[in-house]
């Protein structure tokens, strides 16, 4: 099938408002950005205190004359949500779940040579329906597909390695053999090429063909004219898919029409590898891997809800440089796009169905639809994912509570079986909240459809009565995250170790492949002791763990991973991560909080100390690497949160602060590690069963230091940061530019080049590139500094932002308590930085430029980017 990009020329408003002119929007469009943020808000601290509306989008379109006759399907990768499809004003679609890619057929709706109307409704005015900052509106891409009225199905080519053979002795080079399934609407034939995805030809043997018909006889795949072939390839010299080489296929399928003689097309990217599971662990094409991950949720910081392509690179590629080799796409399928960038950094993939099955954890989320829904849900889900080799896992859910109950764990068994029969090469898992689910049975905080409806029933009355004070009884996640940030990370991994938690999981783990742990590591050595068949995945982790599980998990194969919370902040679950002061936030969570607080990178992309912690723990990084906690705020009372495990930066510019108190941190494996301020030693540490090492001293400007030695004492490596001056300055760099990962970040063999590297992907990744294609992003970062280009943490100030050339998608700080908007061209800085997004015009050309311009009225700094 041909893909018509389907992005362009939208308008939308609010629904129902009759008087409201239609805005011009483009596709990715998250609406509830935009929206007004209200002490009011019905969805409270879960969506970050934004108001939920409903939306009706329209596209007028005129189909090409020559399209008559033609095939015609729309898809909408994610619509938020209870989406409708309205085509010259009859209704033709409807999808709830508002994470689930769908299809319309609009082959005899959408009529050629003639004005047509598409009309989508997106609702959620009907608050609360998520536990986070969900969006709303058509917040991913659109596609028109085109076909001849014979035709491959969409996503009806499904590509799995079959085999991959002994390297060769002569010349380490292996044999592969691929299965190639291809879904057709009637009999017909159907030929194969493969090629390396780069372009190159892979062999000349690399291609096939069959007969559609016959194949469909065989296989009795036959059905309401459908057909199926079925053909198998040998691929000499064949390039394995691992993170380490993330080798690509690309497979080009043509049909011919037995009837009609009509042709079709389709292309299809696929690796070429194997996973097992099993007593030896999790491994890829043979080989051990242990699976080091971060929790995702979908949304992309100060752009919303957008799956802008661009932004899931830079978001994939942000957790590849800070040392995780996998992401879980919590809690919801993620983008398509999400899985291309997987693909090409070669980073893992666990992907999630839903954050809830039966019971209710808010009044009108997802539970009306799960029962009728879930099976479809899960296909489609299957189907966007079968042929993208990161993808290794699916989850079923999320801290489903419903997993301690008879019921609950008969449909894990049936949703495991479900997901088997769709795909039997990937194992299923969920994750299971262990000490949750003990106190869910026992009646304890938990969830459930009464207290859903009654919260939102309380959220009403209080709005109609304008109380703004934001009390309610917390249940569910948000009365045990309050109990963890009051008593501390280890309330729940300790209570997951009781031996009733064992009781009212064991059922459900026995009904999936992986059994999935949410805080749970203090259970892993008696449970692999106890059950010698059960895999055990870390599905929600705390990084302060990070060392132990590496260590745990490098002994015990059947400990194949672990996904920290989270791997980059997010909207809404307000608070729950993070340690403010008061400069900067009330220490009680309430109105005008707007992010979790709680990522390894912040949301503007920024790795804080945890994720240096992260990359020496997970040994994606030697170190020493040096974090130091706010010299201002030290022995100062901070906003309480189990999920954060240090507040230290990479900073020792702490002007105004000398002579104060200085609590620093340094993450090395080593056998002792010496601190030096200004080239004197002021203290030398040993690391105890972890890999950081704390240190305090007084606050001078100048260098810090850090060095690290082995056992006999010899250096292993050393970093310094140093002070700023008095003297300050705005400054403006390109920190990502959309297509540096394709054109230069990877060597011959696939590698990509500086993944590992801090955070200045541009610079790090080895990467030349400078200019932004037509239409694409550049993420432009916007510090204080000093003349040296030396960030100064404790400047603030009030910028404001303009481009010429392009259009300002987003500009925004990362603050977790924020009252402003990331619309609006202005924005506070947060200790010293702000971050501005910018696409540049889709008309522009080579040698046009993209410039951005930002001023505090008292400094400036200006940007150029060149088109290329």
């Not at 018509?4 to 998250?30: C, K, M, Q």
């Not at 997106?122 to 891409?141: F, H, T």
């Not at 949301?603 to 130091?628: C, H, N, S």
């Not at 008095?726 to 054109?743: F, P």
Request: net charge negative.
């Amino acid at each position: 099938m041909h893909a018509i990009e389907f992005n362009h020329d939208w308008s939308y408003r609010h629904l129902g408002a009759a008087s409201e002119p239609f805005v011009p929007v483009t596709i990715p469009h998250d609406a509830m950005i935009g929206e007004k943020r209200s002490p009011l808000a019905a969805s409270g601290f879960n969506s970050g205190w934004f108001e939920g509306r409903d939306y009706e989008y329209v596209r007028r379109f005129t189909p090409h004359a020559s399209l008559a006759g033609s095939t015609m399907i729309l898809e909408f990768e994610g619509v938020y949500h209870n989406a409708e499809v309205w085509i010259n004003g009859e209704r033709v679609a409807f999808r709830p779940y508002g994470y689930t890619n769908f299809t319309v057929d609009a082959t005899d709706r959408l009529i050629a040579g003639r004005e047509n109307e598409i009309r989508v409704i997106a609702r959620n005015a009907d608050q609360p329906n998520s536990r986070w900052y969900s969006g709303a509106g058509i917040y991913r891409p659109v596609t028109l597909w085109v076909a001849p009225r014979e035709y491959i199905a969409l996503d009806g080519v499904t590509v799995c390695t079959l085999s991959i053979g002994s390297p060769d002795a002569a010349d380490g080079e292996r044999t592969a053999r691929v299965g190639i399934t291809v879904d057709t609407t009637a009999a017909g034939t159907v030929s194969v090429d493969v090629r390396r995805h780069a372009g190159a030809p892979a062999s000349a043997d690399d291609s096939a063909s069959a007969a559609c018909g016959q194949a469909a006889a065989v296989e009795g795949a036959a059905e309401n004219g459908s057909c199926r072939a079925v053909l198998e390839l040998d691929i000499p010299g064949a390039r394995l898919w691992s993170p380490d080489r993330p080798n690509l296929y690309a497979a080009h399928i043509r049909y011919r029409s037995e009837r009609t003689g009509a042709v079709d097309d389709a292309d299809v990217t696929f690796g070429i590898r194997e996973i097992a599971w099993g007593s030896g662990g999790f491994k890829i094409n043979g080989e051990r891997v242990i699976i080091q991950g971060a929790c995702l949720h979908h949304d992309n910081g100060i752009l919303g809800a957008c799956a802008y392509a661009d932004a899931e690179e830079r978001k994939i590629a942000l957790m590849k440089a800070n040392g995780y080799n996998a992401v879980r796409s919590a809690h919801n399928p993620c983008s398509k796009a999400l899985l291309d960038a997987c693909d090409r950094l070669g980073v893992l993939v666990m992907d999630e169905y839903i954050d809830h099955w039966y019971i209710h954890k808010t009044q009108h989320d997802y539970v009306d639809y799960f029962d009728e829904w879930w099976r479809r849900d899960l296909t489609d889900m299957v189907v966007k994912d079968r042929n993208h080799p990161s993808v290794i896992l699916y989850s079923t859910g999320n801290e489903v509570s419903e997993t301690a109950q008879k019921r609950g764990i008969a449909l894990t068994r049936e949703m495991t079986g479900f997901l088997h029969r769709l795909d039997p090469a990937r194992p299923v898992t969920c994750g299971v909240n262990i000490f949750f689910n003990f106190l869910n049975s026992i009646g304890f905080g938990r969830y459930s459809d009464e207290r859903a409806a009654k919260e939102a029933v309380v959220a009403e009355r209080r709005r109609a009565a304008g109380e703004t004070d934001g009390r309610h009884k917390a249940v569910g996640s948000e009365f045990f995250n309050t109990m963890a940030g009051v008593l501390g990370a280890d309330f729940m991994k300790t209570g997951a170790a009781l031996p009733f938690c064992d009781r009212v999981t064991r059922g459900a783990f026995a009904a999936m492949d992986v059994a999935g742990y949410n805080y749970g590591i203090k259970r892993y050595r008696h449970d692999l002791r106890k059950y010698p068949r059960r895999l055990i995945l870390g599905s929600e982790t705390f990084c302060s763990d990070a060392y132990r599980f590496r260590e745990l998990a490098k002994r015990n194969p059947r400990l194949i991973g672990d996904f920290v919370w989270s791997g980059m902040d997010y909207l809404g679950e307000t608070g729950v991560g993070a340690w403010e002061y008061e400069d900067y936030a009330s220490l009680s969570i309430g109105y005008g909080w707007l992010t979790a607080g709680s990522g390894r990178v912040d949301l503007t992309g920024k790795p804080l100390g945890e994720a240096r912690y992260t990359q020496v723990a997970l040994e994606a990084a030697a170190g020493p690497f040096i974090a130091v906690c706010p010299v201002n705020h030290t022995g100062d009372r901070h906003s309480p949160s189990a999920w954060k495990m240090s507040h230290a930066v990479e900073s020792w510019s702490w002007n105004g602060c000398d002579g104060r108190k200085a609590n620093v941190e340094v993450y090395a494996r080593a056998a002792t590690v010496a601190l030096l301020v200004n080239g004197r030693e002021v203290g030398r540490r040993s690391p105890k069963r972890d890999c950081i090492v704390r240190f305090s001293c007084t606050y001078e400007p100048g260098s810090l230091e850090a060095i690290a030695y082995d056992a006999d004492g010899r250096e292993i490596g050393r970093h310094a940061l140093a002070s700023a001056s008095d003297r300050t300055e705005l400054r403006a760099e390109l920190e990502w530019v959309a297509g540096m990962v394709d054109d230069s970040c990877g060597d011959a063999d696939g590698r990509p080049v500086g993944s590992s590297g801090p955070a200045g992907l541009v610079g790090s990744a080895g990467s030349s590139a400078r200019c932004v294609r037509s239409g694409r992003l550049a993420f432009v970062r916007v510090r204080y500094t000093d003349e040296h280009g030396i960030t100064k943490p404790l400047e603030r100030g009030t910028l404001r932002a303009s481009v010429t050339g392009g259009d300002l998608l987003g500009f925004g700080c990362a603050a977790p308590c924020n009252r402003g908007s990331f619309v609006t061209g202005e924005t506070g800085t947060y200790y010293g930085e702000a971050l501005a997004v910018v696409r540049a015009g889709e008309d522009a050309a080579p040698g046009d430029v993209v410039t951005v311009n930002v001023t505090d009225g008292a400094h400036t700094a200006a940007l150029t980017v060149p088109v290329g």
